[in-house]
């Protein structure tokens, strides 16, 4: 059962979710002819466009479903929950047929395990509320787990219209990697020598 505490934050989420799922719609739309290309980086934005879409989709659904009276939201985050673990399977065994397991993919590999985690802990949660409808804390949970799946999105959408990345990790090892500069060196290549001072008077 959802508790009446909960309401209004639910109606906001759905309003909230829809929003972004036009947005993201807009932002697939902007990077169709990128998205069409037949190349290997290609399907790291597919992959992109593919898990916003589910994170979205999720949050919408489960808040949709919360709104409904009687016991739906553990069904709801049990079945949508389940369709984007498989998801998340599917994109890895993609990502592996084409040879991306490397370095340069690790982030994106990163967030759909990220996501995988989250769908599992709402898996249960949504099992809890089946078998326990008066427990308010596995719905609570759940109202969590759809403000990180509005993040989760939100940064996929970023990533796929191509915004700009600045990390810290990013920020230290372009530090560490920058040539140094030997300024003594430039310094004792352009200024003349006392000897050559001498000889220019002369």
Do not use: Y
């Amino acid at each position: 059962m959802v508790p009446e505490t909960l309401r209004d934050f639910f109606t906001a989420s759905t309003s909230v979710a829809g929003a972004l799922i036009g947005l993201l719609f807009v932002a697939i739309s902007v990077s169709a002819e990128r998205l069409t290309r037949e190349s290997a980086g290609t399907q790291v934005h597919r992959v992109r466009a593919s898990a916003a879409l589910t994170a979205f989709s999720n949050a919408l659904v489960v808040s949709m479903f919360a709104l409904i009276p009687g016991q739906q939201i553990g069904s709801a985050a049990v079945a949508v929950a389940c369709v984007g673990l498989l998801f998340v399977i599917a994109s890895l065994l993609s990502l592996v047929r084409l040879r991306m397991v490397r370095w340069s993919a690790a982030g994106d590999m990163l967030f759909l395990v990220g996501l995988a985690v989250v769908l599992v802990i709402q898996l249960t949660q949504g099992l809890d509320v089946i078998a326990q409808p008066r427990d308010t804390s596995a719905v609570q949970t759940i109202a969590v787990l759809v403000i990180v799946c509005a993040l989760i999105g939100i940064a996929r959408s970023w990533e796929l219209i191509g915004g700009p990345e600045i990390g810290l990790w990013k920020e230290f090892t372009t530090l560490a990697r920058r040539p140094r500069r030997n300024g003594a060196t430039s310094a004792g290549t352009n200024e003349p020598g006392p000897s050559g001072d001498s000889r220019d008077q002369a």
